[in-house]
């Protein structure tokens, strides 16, 4: 069965952090760009999206999108730079298709 739980990080336009849970990556950014995704979020695009991970459930990816949305601002960039890694390149080629 295919990984279909995401939890993404977004950078905003006045570069704050957008952490969130989706089951479809692309519509969802699409969501965001367009003004009618989180009310976080609105306004405060473009955006760039700077993590994401698959999750075999959605268990799963909701506790880790809950960890991640608890950690300071310090905590969340090391993070990024700790798991960028191959998989963004991944799902950002997704995201083109």
């Given at each position: 069965?295919?990984?279909?739980?995401?939890?993404y990080?977004l950078?905003c336009?006045?570069?704050?952090?957008?952490?969130g849970?989706?089951?479809?990556?692309?519509?969802?950014?699409e969501?965001?760009s367009?003004?009618k995704g989180a009310?976080y979020?609105r306004?405060?695009?473009?955006?760039?999206?700077?993590?994401?991970?698959?999750?075999?459930?959605?268990?799963k990816?909701?506790?880790?999108?809950?960890k991640?949305?608890?950690?300071s601002?310090?905590e969340?960039?090391?993070w990024?730079?700790?798991?960028q890694?191959?998989?963004l390149?991944?799902y950002?080629?997704k995201l083109r298709?």
């Open positions: 069965m295919e990984n279909n739980h995401f939890v990080m950078r336009n006045d570069d704050t952090l957008y952490t849970y989706t089951n479809h990556l692309k519509s969802r950014i969501k965001h367009a003004g009310k979020t306004g405060r695009g473009p955006f760039t999206l700077v993590y994401c991970q698959s999750y075999d459930s959605k268990t990816a909701m506790q880790m999108e809950y991640i949305k608890k950690m601002r310090v969340k960039e090391a990024i730079a700790n798991h890694g191959g998989m390149d991944e950002t080629k298709t």
